[in-house]
């Protein structure tokens, strides 16, 4: 089965850390989400990418977090400093370019104590 | 922003049973979709719907894409153990990449 390939799954660091988030789309999608899922908010859209170009990245607070697609297989979440409010699961998620649905990874949990 | 309101926010059913489920939306979508998320994975797509008025089945699972293309609902029929989830719906808009997501209907069951 294709899949989405997060890495890591558990991460905890201490506030005022770099941390980063890696994703590895399926071969061939071209659109790339990250999502970040909290009890309070749920699923919010933080950025996203269409044949690596970045459409929109509104959701994401530009000041300490950074999405970037440095190739076809990797996309990455950047955030620095870290603070105990990041605290969540963060997703990716991949598409066809025949846009029917999308496939989520398992996710990385995030702590920042 | 769009919103998707969906309902009920938890249900406690019995083993057998069958689950309603429904989003509403203050805006048009083209498409709407439903996913399922088990403890900690990812959301995984149940059904995808494309048309307004489409009916679609998958198994147990019937989806509905309303009229309006402001509502869609689904159905879960005889529960079983491995239904224990939570369930969200999303929408996605003519033209928009992105999906917007519901906050979830959390599925228990009592065996």
């Known amino acids: 089965d294709a899949r989405v390939t997060q890495t890591p799954r558990h991460k905890v660091t201490e506030m005022g850390q770099e941390v980063t988030m890696r994703c590895q789309p399926i071969?061939?999608?071209?659109?790339v989400f990250w999502y970040r899922q909290t009890m309070m908010q749920g699923l919010e859209l933080l950025a996203y990418f269409r044949n690596r170009a970045p459409l929109d990245d509104s959701g994401m607070p530009k000041d300490r977090f950074s999405a970037e697609m440095p190739d076809a297989t990797l996309a990455t979440l950047k955030i620095q400093p870290s603070e105990p409010r990041d605290s969540a699961v963060y997703f990716c998620?991949?598409?066809?370019?025949?846009?029917?649905?999308?496939?989520f990874g398992s996710g990385t949990r995030l702590t920042v104590v | 922003g769009q919103q998707l309101n969906q309902s009920p926010q938890s249900m406690f059913i019995q083993e057998g049973e069958d689950v309603s489920m429904n989003c509403t939306s203050s805006s048009i979508f083209n498409t709407w979709l439903w996913y399922k998320q088990d403890p900690g994975e990812g959301p995984v797509l149940l059904i995808a719907?494309?048309?307004?008025?489409e009916l679609t089945s998958n198994g147990r699972l019937t989806a509905q894409f309303g009229i309006t293309r402001k509502d869609s609902f689904l159905n879960i029929s005889a529960s079983i153990p491995s239904d224990v989830g939570i369930y969200f719906c999303?929408?996605?808009?003519?033209?928009?990449?992105?999906?917007?997501f519901g906050q979830g209907t959390r599925l228990t069951i009592n065996p």
């Open positions: 719907l494309y048309k307004a008025g």
């Open positions: 999303a929408g996605q808009a003519q033209g928009a990449q992105k999906l917007v």
């Open positions: 998620a991949s598409g066809s370019p025949t846009g029917d649905g999308y496939t």
């Open positions: 071969l061939g999608h071209n659109t």
